[in-house]
Nanobody
């Protein structure tokens, strides 16, 4: 059974930081490209950041320079470090093991 379990979301003030984690089981983690997606209120789900099995990364323009994706293959975990958070980053953040496996999502709210 494949499981992706996100954690680390919450309420943070503008300019603050959060680190999301996604613990993965049931697949050979190191072979999968991983991604973080988000879906804001009334919006479509969008790719935030991705990391290949080899460690190459890509980011949405809106988060470049603020967010960092990383992976720990020994812990079967992918991370998203989010700095300088803005209210428009408010969304449910989902972990994805490319292409078909999804986590349940974790809420991130950026508000004063």
């Amino acid at each position: 059974q494949v499981q992706l379990v996100e954690s680390g979301g919450g309420l943070v003030q503008p300019g603050g930081s959060l680190r999301l984690s996604c613990a993965v089981s049931g697949i050979i983690f190191r072979r999968y490209a991983m991604g973080w997606y988000r879906q804001g209120p009334g919006k479509q789900r969008e790719l935030v950041a991705g990391i290949t099995s080899g460690g190459n990364t890509n980011y949405a323009d809106s988060v470049k320079g603020r967010f960092t994706i990383s992976r720990d293959n020994a812990r079967n975990t992918v991370y998203l470090q989010m700095n300088s958070l803005k209210p428009e980053d408010t969304a449910v953040y989902f972990c994805n093991a490319n292409p078909i496996y999804w986590g349940q999502g974790t809420q991130v709210t950026v508000s004063s």
